[in-house]
């Protein structure tokens, strides 16, 4: 019984002095700028895991159009320069259309890019393109294109 007290101890500490490393990002931008073009607001929070390169990452976006999505997903930062950062990530999550645009199923994909400017060891600013579809698991996927302004900073 001790033992299993103090792995415990030992798997939440250890996973609380790692998520020490993470980042969180947010942005503003445009929501489906291609037709409605509401304005969006997303916060995206990255743990400092990293998986052969590859991190975790869970984020929210909601529109002034009243439409909310919630994700998770993976991202693989590349460095570019020791300034300069591109990161394409992907992810799976669930979309409320509000007065938004409709996107034919509660289960969308969002797939994104983002290049970043490292201002600091701990901040960036950054400039992102996505695109929020259902992969046609609806019955129609209309998809919506998105692009924003980002700012990082870790913790």
């Known amino acids: 019984m001790r033992l299993s007290v103090l792995c ?5 500490f250890s996973a609380v002095a790692h998520a020490q490393d993470g980042d969180i990002t947010l942005a503003a931008g445009a929501f489906d700028y291609r037709h409605t073009g509401s304005a ?6 990255r743990p400092g895991m990293d998986w052969s390169g590859f991190r975790p990452q869970l984020g929210a976006f909601a529109t002034s159009d009243s439409a909310a999505y919630l994700y998770a997903g993976i991202g693989y930062p590349l460095s570019i320069t020791d300034r300069w950062t591109l990161q394409p990530s992907i992810s799976a999550g669930f979309y409320h259309d509000g007065a938004d645009i409709d996107l034919g199923y509660d289960l969308e994909f969002y797939s994104q890019l983002r290049l970043a400017y490292r201002l600091s060891d701990t901040t960036q600013l950054g400039l992102g393109i996505a695109h929020i579809s259902n992969a046609s698991l609806g019955d129609h996927n209309p998809g919506a294109q998105l692009a924003y302004f980002s700012f990082s900073f870790a913790y």
Not at 8 to 12: D, I, K, N, P, S
Not at 40 to 45: A, P, R
């Open 40 to 45: 969006m607001l997303q916060v995206e929070y």
């Open 8 to 12: 415990l101890a030992y798997c939440l």
